[in-house]
Antibody, heavy 120, light 107 residues
Framework: EVQLLESGGGLVQPGGSLRLSCAAS????????MSWVRQAPGKGLEWVST????????YYPDSVKGRFTISRDSSKNTLFLQVNSLRAEDTAVYYC?????????????WGQGTLVTVSS | DIQMTQSPSSLSASVGDRVTITCRAS??????LAWYQQKPGKVPKLLIY???TLQSGVPSRFSGSGSGTDFTLTISSLQPEDVATYYC?????????FGPGTKVEIK
């Protein structure tokens, strides 16, 4: 059974940083692209980042480019999202999601999410 | 960048009704279109990918169609457990934008 478990969220001041983690199990981690998707309170889904199975290619929307960095450690079956220069509008639940063999794949399994709150 | 729109933004229908949700991409995305269901307080779940392929375990009352820029999600007979917000997502190239969502309620 595929399982994704996020951690690392919390309350942070504007301008601060966090490192989110997603522990994966139940599949061959290095064979699949992985993504982060966020959802602000009461709002819709927003794609945040994708990384290829090898980790060699990463993708971001303009809203987070230069502030967020996605990475993965296949020896630990763990996905990361380093979030810097946080703004109030980054407040959201951040979901880790499993893709397919290619970065252009649907997201077929989602974690429970970790809440990031940016506030002074 | 490709923009995704959905209509309607919300709908209310009776149990057993046929429900159709539309998703439109601002540029052609072939069949790189997924539909997700998010029940209240729950995690999103993949329903359909490649515009019309049902994800394993999803009830057959759900179906998808379309290609290029226009896509539809149909629930053939609405059930109480289908109360949720439905999102489309284009994934042919980044940014992998989601639509704004369609909230489905029971009348």
């Amino acid at each position: 059974e595929v399982q994704l478990l996020e951690s690392g969220g919390g309350l942070v001041q504007p301008g601060g940083s966090l490192r989110l983690s997603c522990a994966a199990s139940g599949f061959t981690f290095s064979s699949y692209a992985m993504s982060w998707v966020r959802q602000a309170p009461g709002k819709g889904l927003e794609w945040v980042s994708t990384i290829s199975g090898s980790g060699g290619n990463t993708y971001y929307p303009d809203s987070v480019k230069g502030r967020f960095t996605i990475s993965r450690d296949s020896s630990k079956n763990t996905l990361f999202l380093q979030v810097n220069s946080l703004r109030a509008e980054d407040t959201a639940v951040y979901y880790c999601a499993k893709g397919g063999p290619y970065h252009t794949s649907p997201l077929d399994c989602w974690g429970q999410g970790t809440l990031v709150t940016v506030s002074s | 960048d490709i923009q995704m729109t959905q209509s309607p933004s919300s709908l209310s229908a009776s149990v057993g009704d046929r429900v159709t949700i539309t998703c439109r991409a601002s540029q052609g995305i072939s069949n790189y279109l997924a539909w997700y269901q998010q029940k209240p307080g729950k995690v999103p779940k993949l329903l359909i990918y490649a515009a019309s392929t049902l994800q394993s375990g999803v009830p057959s009352r759900f179906s998808g169609s379309g290609s290029g820029t226009d896509f539809t999600l149909t629930i053939s007979s609405l059930q109480p457990e289908d109360v949720a917000t439905y999102y489309c997502q284009g994934y042919n190239s980044d940014p992998f934008t989601f639509g704004p969502g369609t909230k489905v309620e029971i009348k």
